[in-house]
T-cell receptor, first 115, second 116 residues
Framework: AQKVTQAQTEISVVEKEDVTLDCVYE???????LFWYKQPPSGELVFLIR??????QNEISGRYSWNFQKSTSSFNFTITASQVVDSAVYFC????????????FGKGNQVVVIP | DTEVTQTPKHLVMGMTNKKSLKCEQH?????MYWYKQKAKKPPELMFV???????INESVPSRFSPECPNSSLLNLHLHALQPEDSALYLC???????????????FGPGTRLTVT
Protein backbone atom coordinates (compact mmCIF):
# COMPACT_ATOMS: atom_id res chain seq x y z
CA ALA A 1 0.00 0.00 0.00
CA GLN A 2 1.28 3.44 -0.86
CA LYS A 3 2.21 5.27 2.29
CA VAL A 4 2.72 8.69 0.78
CA THR A 5 0.40 10.11 -1.85
CA GLN A 6 1.15 13.14 -3.95
CA ALA A 7 -1.84 13.31 -6.22
CA GLN A 8 -0.72 16.12 -8.51
CA THR A 9 1.87 15.07 -11.05
CA GLU A 10 2.83 18.21 -12.94
CA ILE A 11 1.95 21.73 -11.90
CA SER A 12 2.66 24.75 -14.08
CA VAL A 13 2.51 28.26 -12.69
CA VAL A 14 3.47 31.67 -13.96
CA GLU A 15 6.31 33.33 -12.10
CA LYS A 16 5.23 35.13 -8.91
CA GLU A 17 2.17 32.93 -8.46
CA ASP A 18 1.86 30.77 -5.36
CA VAL A 19 1.90 26.99 -5.66
CA THR A 20 0.75 24.46 -3.07
CA LEU A 21 1.79 20.82 -3.17
CA ASP A 22 -0.40 18.29 -1.40
CA CYS A 23 0.94 15.30 0.52
CA VAL A 24 -1.21 12.72 2.27
CA TYR A 25 0.43 9.99 4.28
CA GLU A 26 -0.63 6.73 5.86
CA UNK A 27 0.82 5.18 9.00
CA UNK A 28 -0.38 3.18 11.98
CA UNK A 29 2.39 4.43 14.20
CA UNK A 30 2.23 7.35 16.58
CA UNK A 31 5.90 8.20 16.07
CA UNK A 32 7.02 9.11 12.58
CA UNK A 33 8.82 11.79 10.60
CA LEU A 34 7.80 13.61 7.46
CA PHE A 35 10.07 15.35 4.98
CA TRP A 36 10.03 17.43 1.83
CA TYR A 37 12.85 17.18 -0.68
CA LYS A 38 13.52 19.21 -3.83
CA GLN A 39 15.15 17.66 -6.89
CA PRO A 40 16.20 20.21 -9.52
CA PRO A 41 17.16 19.09 -13.03
CA SER A 42 20.77 18.59 -11.87
CA GLY A 43 19.55 15.52 -9.97
CA GLU A 44 20.61 16.12 -6.39
CA LEU A 45 17.88 15.67 -3.79
CA VAL A 46 17.91 18.66 -1.46
CA PHE A 47 16.46 18.29 2.04
CA LEU A 48 13.99 21.11 2.77
CA ILE A 49 12.19 20.33 6.03
CA ARG A 50 11.57 17.67 8.67
CA UNK A 51 8.52 17.38 10.91
CA UNK A 52 8.00 14.79 13.63
CA UNK A 53 4.60 13.45 14.56
CA UNK A 54 4.57 15.36 17.85
CA UNK A 55 5.22 18.75 16.34
CA UNK A 56 2.25 20.17 14.48
CA GLN A 57 3.60 23.70 14.47
CA ASN A 58 3.48 25.07 11.00
CA GLU A 59 6.51 26.83 9.66
CA ILE A 60 7.43 29.58 7.29
CA SER A 61 10.94 29.85 5.92
CA GLY A 62 11.39 32.62 3.42
CA ARG A 63 9.08 31.87 0.49
CA TYR A 64 8.42 28.33 1.72
CA SER A 65 5.73 27.32 4.20
CA TRP A 66 4.46 24.01 5.46
CA ASN A 67 1.07 22.97 6.86
CA PHE A 68 1.10 19.75 8.91
CA GLN A 69 -2.29 18.45 10.03
CA LYS A 70 -2.41 15.08 11.79
CA SER A 71 -6.20 15.07 11.75
CA THR A 72 -6.19 14.78 7.97
CA SER A 73 -2.78 13.04 7.65
CA SER A 74 -1.55 15.83 5.45
CA PHE A 75 1.74 17.67 5.14
CA ASN A 76 1.32 20.31 2.46
CA PHE A 77 3.97 22.63 1.10
CA THR A 78 3.52 26.10 -0.38
CA ILE A 79 5.91 28.19 -2.42
CA THR A 80 4.95 31.85 -2.32
CA ALA A 81 5.80 34.17 -5.21
CA SER A 82 7.34 31.39 -7.27
CA GLN A 83 10.55 31.90 -9.21
CA VAL A 84 12.04 30.07 -12.17
CA VAL A 85 14.63 28.53 -9.84
CA ASP A 86 11.79 26.76 -8.04
CA SER A 87 11.26 24.56 -11.10
CA ALA A 88 12.01 21.07 -9.82
CA VAL A 89 10.45 17.84 -8.66
CA TYR A 90 9.33 17.94 -5.04
CA PHE A 91 9.06 14.74 -3.03
CA CYS A 92 7.19 14.20 0.20
CA UNK A 93 8.56 11.32 2.31
CA UNK A 94 7.80 9.42 5.50
CA UNK A 95 9.92 7.40 7.89
CA UNK A 96 8.42 5.19 10.57
CA UNK A 97 9.39 3.52 13.82
CA UNK A 98 12.78 2.73 15.30
CA UNK A 99 15.16 0.49 13.46
CA UNK A 100 13.71 1.36 10.08
CA UNK A 101 15.80 3.61 7.88
CA UNK A 102 13.48 3.28 4.92
CA UNK A 103 12.22 6.54 3.48
CA UNK A 104 8.85 6.06 1.82
CA PHE A 105 8.68 8.59 -1.01
CA GLY A 106 5.63 9.90 -2.77
CA LYS A 107 5.68 9.90 -6.56
CA GLY A 108 6.75 13.54 -6.66
CA ASN A 109 5.32 16.77 -8.01
CA GLN A 110 6.94 18.29 -11.10
CA VAL A 111 6.71 22.07 -10.67
CA VAL A 112 7.28 24.19 -13.75
CA VAL A 113 7.54 27.94 -13.21
CA ILE A 114 6.99 29.86 -16.43
CA PRO A 115 8.78 33.20 -16.67
CA ASP B 1 28.65 21.13 6.19
CA THR B 2 25.90 18.92 4.80
CA GLU B 3 27.78 17.70 1.75
CA VAL B 4 27.77 14.23 0.32
CA THR B 5 30.09 13.78 -2.65
CA GLN B 6 29.84 11.16 -5.37
CA THR B 7 32.17 10.15 -8.16
CA PRO B 8 32.01 9.87 -11.05
CA LYS B 9 29.21 12.17 -12.15
CA HIS B 10 28.66 10.23 -15.35
CA LEU B 11 29.59 6.67 -16.25
CA VAL B 12 29.12 4.71 -19.45
CA MET B 13 29.96 1.05 -19.25
CA GLY B 14 29.52 -2.07 -21.30
CA MET B 15 27.77 -5.14 -20.01
CA THR B 16 31.04 -6.95 -19.43
CA ASN B 17 32.80 -4.14 -17.59
CA LYS B 18 33.54 -3.82 -13.91
CA LYS B 19 33.27 -0.36 -12.40
CA SER B 20 32.74 1.23 -9.01
CA LEU B 21 30.75 4.19 -7.75
CA LYS B 22 32.12 6.10 -4.78
CA CYS B 23 30.44 8.16 -2.09
CA GLU B 24 31.92 10.16 0.77
CA GLN B 25 30.54 12.18 3.67
CA HIS B 26 32.23 13.98 6.55
CA UNK B 27 29.21 14.80 8.68
CA UNK B 28 29.87 12.02 11.19
CA UNK B 29 26.79 10.18 9.98
CA UNK B 30 26.70 6.48 10.77
CA UNK B 31 24.05 5.41 8.27
CA MET B 32 24.73 5.44 4.51
CA TYR B 33 22.48 4.50 1.65
CA TRP B 34 22.42 3.63 -2.03
CA TYR B 35 19.37 4.47 -4.10
CA LYS B 36 18.51 3.88 -7.75
CA GLN B 37 16.32 6.40 -9.54
CA LYS B 38 14.74 6.00 -12.95
CA ALA B 39 13.45 8.97 -14.90
CA LYS B 40 10.24 10.49 -13.52
CA LYS B 41 10.20 8.10 -10.56
CA PRO B 42 11.07 8.50 -6.89
CA PRO B 43 14.33 7.00 -5.61
CA GLU B 44 14.27 3.30 -4.79
CA LEU B 45 16.28 2.09 -1.84
CA MET B 46 18.94 -0.51 -2.64
CA PHE B 47 21.19 -0.84 0.42
CA VAL B 48 21.62 0.61 3.89
CA UNK B 49 24.76 0.49 5.98
CA UNK B 50 24.47 1.24 9.67
CA UNK B 51 27.69 1.59 11.66
CA UNK B 52 29.57 0.13 8.69
CA UNK B 53 27.48 -3.03 8.61
CA UNK B 54 24.99 -3.90 5.91
CA UNK B 55 21.58 -3.63 7.55
CA ILE B 56 19.23 -3.58 4.55
CA ASN B 57 19.51 -5.20 1.13
CA GLU B 58 16.32 -4.65 -0.83
CA SER B 59 16.71 -7.87 -2.82
CA VAL B 60 19.16 -6.21 -5.18
CA PRO B 61 20.74 -8.45 -7.87
CA SER B 62 24.23 -9.67 -7.04
CA ARG B 63 25.70 -7.74 -9.97
CA PHE B 64 25.52 -4.80 -7.54
CA SER B 65 27.90 -5.22 -4.62
CA PRO B 66 28.09 -2.59 -1.88
CA GLU B 67 31.06 -1.96 0.36
CA CYS B 68 31.59 0.33 3.34
CA PRO B 69 35.36 0.59 3.99
CA ASN B 70 34.87 3.06 6.86
CA SER B 71 32.25 5.33 8.35
CA SER B 72 32.85 8.06 5.74
CA LEU B 73 33.03 6.01 2.57
CA LEU B 74 30.55 3.92 0.63
CA ASN B 75 31.22 2.11 -2.63
CA LEU B 76 28.99 0.34 -5.10
CA HIS B 77 30.77 -2.22 -7.25
CA LEU B 78 29.17 -2.96 -10.61
CA HIS B 79 29.70 -6.06 -12.70
CA ALA B 80 27.89 -7.56 -15.68
CA LEU B 81 25.17 -4.95 -15.66
CA GLN B 82 22.19 -4.92 -17.98
CA PRO B 83 20.91 -1.97 -20.06
CA GLU B 84 17.90 -1.73 -17.73
CA ASP B 85 20.31 -0.86 -14.91
CA SER B 86 20.88 2.52 -16.55
CA ALA B 87 19.69 5.09 -14.02
CA LEU B 88 20.75 7.81 -11.60
CA TYR B 89 22.45 6.27 -8.57
CA LEU B 90 22.19 8.36 -5.45
CA CYS B 91 24.13 8.04 -2.24
CA UNK B 92 22.78 9.44 1.03
CA UNK B 93 23.75 9.59 4.68
CA UNK B 94 22.01 10.28 7.96
CA UNK B 95 22.51 10.12 11.68
CA UNK B 96 21.54 6.76 13.07
CA UNK B 97 19.78 5.95 16.32
CA UNK B 98 16.09 6.67 16.56
CA UNK B 99 16.39 8.57 19.82
CA UNK B 100 18.53 11.32 18.34
CA UNK B 101 15.61 12.94 16.61
CA UNK B 102 17.22 13.64 13.25
CA UNK B 103 16.39 11.28 10.44
CA UNK B 104 16.69 13.37 7.35
CA UNK B 105 18.90 11.89 4.74
CA UNK B 106 21.38 14.07 2.89
CA PHE B 107 21.90 13.13 -0.71
CA GLY B 108 24.82 13.43 -3.06
CA PRO B 109 24.53 14.72 -6.64
CA GLY B 110 24.33 11.21 -8.04
CA THR B 111 26.05 9.23 -10.75
CA ARG B 112 24.26 8.96 -14.09
CA LEU B 113 24.99 5.46 -15.27
CA THR B 114 24.47 4.28 -18.82
CA VAL B 115 24.92 0.59 -19.62
CA THR B 116 25.47 -0.14 -23.31
Amino acid sequence: AQKVTQAQTEISVVEKEDVTLDCVYETRDTTYYLFWYKQPPSGELVFLIRRNSFDEQNEISGRYSWNFQKSTSSFNFTITASQVVDSAVYFCALIEPPGNNRLAFGKGNQVVVIP
Amino acid sequence: DTEVTQTPKHLVMGMTNKKSLKCEQHMGHRAMYWYKQKAKKPPELMFVYSYEKLSINESVPSRFSPECPNSSLLNLHLHALQPEDSALYLCASSQDGWDRGHHEQYFGPGTRLTVT
